[in-house]
Nanobody, 120 residues
């Protein structure tokens, strides 16, 4: 069982930056592919980014590629999402996810979410 706690969300102006963090409990963090998803009001939850267990591979949705960077620190059981050049359409609740099957981008564990609001 893995517990995930996100932090770092907030209100930012368009063009600004935020860094989300996700702290994970459990000794198996370093064996999990980790990632971020988001859900905007009235929309389905969507994939944002994933990083492999070693950190050697990353995957991004087309909508964030070139603006967002996912990284991890296995010594700290933490995964990060650096978000730059934010746009109003990035406004959503961002969820940390663990134990992601890369072929389907399906996680087994979810965090509670952190709100990101980008004003125009």
């Amino acid at each position: 069982q893995v517990q995930l706690v996100e932090s770092g969300g907030g209100l930012v102006q368009a063009g600004g930056s935020l860094r989300l963090s996700c702290a994970a409990s459990g000794r198996t963090f370093s064996s999990y592919n980790m990632g971020w998803f988001r859900q905007a009001p009235g929309k389905e939850r969507e994939f944002v980014a994933t990083i492999s267990w070693s950190g050697g591979r990353t995957y991004y949705s087309n909508s964030v590629k070139g603006r967002f960077t996912i990284s991890r620190d296995n010594a700290k059981n933490t995964v990060y999402l650096q978000m730059n050049s934010l746009k109003p359409e990035d406004t959503a609740v961002y969820y940390c996810a663990a134990d992601i099957t890369i072929q389907t981008m399906t996680p087994h564990y979810w965090g509670q979410g952190t709100q990101v609001t980008v004003s125009s």
